[in-house]
């Protein structure tokens, strides 16, 4: 009689835990749901070398870091990683970008080149597209490890500004017309879309997936930032950055974060279930 009445609490205590350990479990699941990711964001570099968060909505810049050593630069983002052109350091350089600590890693020397102006990430292809300006404005691809392939004999644009559209595969760029370009990633052509009404000499440019919007960033004359419309090129203020010369432009999508909340309750759920393992 001891022994069932010892069974029974055991049982008993197992159920109980397995409650618990479902609770936690199916706790966490909810929040997995419920709990959004961290939204996307813009950052931007300057001629002087300096990282910035830009507001989307504002245009507003926000000082995140110092990378030093910047030209006329090309940015964005790759895998989570932000790589960005035309870092001097002794040479110009293609490398990555932390972005708490703003220290740059070189990976390449641009194949010699000095003028890689434009950069744009494909996240399906992975790998990073420019237009080389000393090498008769070809389209290059380039992979996160720095080896570069020429893609075509000339795109017959600077491409100072590059975006890549990973939702419908669309390579976009900017020509010393100030106009807005589609460039063929297996040929290397581009074709003229539209006007953007605005400075591209010196120009940011990268792709909003979630929102579907193309933003571009006037380093030269106006200092801000401009929504621009993908099928007519033209561009509409967002509003002033508040600093000069942002000219590298890089989107950042939603990254999901595990909060604390989240963590606690996958953590009492995995408990719950070892100590039922063990009470069986």
Do not use: C
Not at 105 to 128: F, K
Not at 226 to 252: E, K, M, P, S
Request: charged share 15%; proline share 1%.
């Amino acid at each position: 009689m001891e022994v069932n009445v010892s069974r029974s609490q055991s049982v008993s205590k197992s159920r109980s835990l397995m409650k618990v350990a479902s609770k936690g479990l199916a706790g966490a699941a909810a929040l997995l749901v419920a709990v959004n990711v961290h939204a996307g964001a813009l950052y931007g570099l300057s001629d002087n070398g300096n990282l910035y968060r830009v507001d989307s909505a504002t245009g507003a810049a926000s000082f995140v870091s110092t990378v030093g050593g910047v030209s006329l630069t090309g940015l964005s983002f790759l895998g989570g990683v932000l790589y960005a052109t035309d870092i001097f350091q002794g040479n110009n350089l293609f490398g990555r970008i932390d972005i708490a600590t703003g220290v740059f890693t070189g990976i390449n020397n641009q194949d010699g080149s000095i003028n890689w102006h434009g950069l744009a990430g494909n996240e399906a292809a992975g790998v990073l597209y420019t237009i080389d300006i000393n090498d008769n404005n070809k389209l290059k691809s380039v992979t996160p490890a720095g080896v570069v392939t020429t893609i075509g004999t000339g795109t017959g644009i600077q491409g100072r500004g590059m975006a890549y559209d990973d939702t419908n595969g669309v390579l976009y760029a900017t020509g010393g017309n100030n106009g807005l370009y589609s460039v063929d990633v297996v040929t290397g052509l581009a074709t003229l879309i539209g006007a953007m009404g605005i400075d591209a000499g010196n120009i940011g440019l990268d792709y909003d997936e979630e929102a579907g919007i193309l933003f571009a960033n006037d380093g030269s004359s106006s200092h801000s930032l401009y929504r621009v419309d993908v099928a007519t090129g033209a561009a509409t203020l967002v509003g002033a950055n508040g600093v000069q010369q942002i000219n590298g432009l890089a989107w950042q999508g939603d990254v999901p974060i595990p909060e604390p909340a989240l963590i606690s309750l996958l953590g009492i759920g995995l408990l719950g279930l070892r100590l039922s393992r063990r009470g069986r």
